[in-house]
């Protein structure tokens, strides 16, 4: 059997848009929300993605303190924004746990 080692990142608001080299890495995902907030800089990411040759995906980041339908709606504006395709990754959610957030 053998298994291929793949190279990706995540990015973030925080991460400037041309601050990873996505020709050296296999895939990238983008943040699209955080709980009900949209990341603005999902679609530019997923854009520089595309150009580097990386496959491109979404995450969103849940908050449990946060109503799961606003989260949801939110997440698939921002994926419509994006304009995921047939063949990219598919759209992940980031679930932690942090003390005080219920």
Do not use: N
Request: contains cysteine; charged residues 20%.
């Amino acid at each position: 059997m053998t298994t291929e080692l793949l190279h990706g990142c995540d990015v973030s608001k925080y991460q400037s848009v041309g601050l990873v080299t996505w020709k050296t890495l296999d895939f990238g995902i983008a943040r699209a929300t955080y709980g009900k907030w949209a990341d603005p800089s999902a679609p530019a990411h997923l854009a520089a993605m595309r150009e580097g040759g990386a496959k491109p995906g979404l995450y969103g980041f849940f908050r449990a303190d946060q109503d799961v339908a606003e989260q949801v709606a939110t997440f698939w504006q921002v994926s419509q924004l994006a304009h995921l395709v047939e063949g990219e990754l598919i759209p992940w959610v980031d679930v932690e746990d942090f003390p005080g957030h219920v």
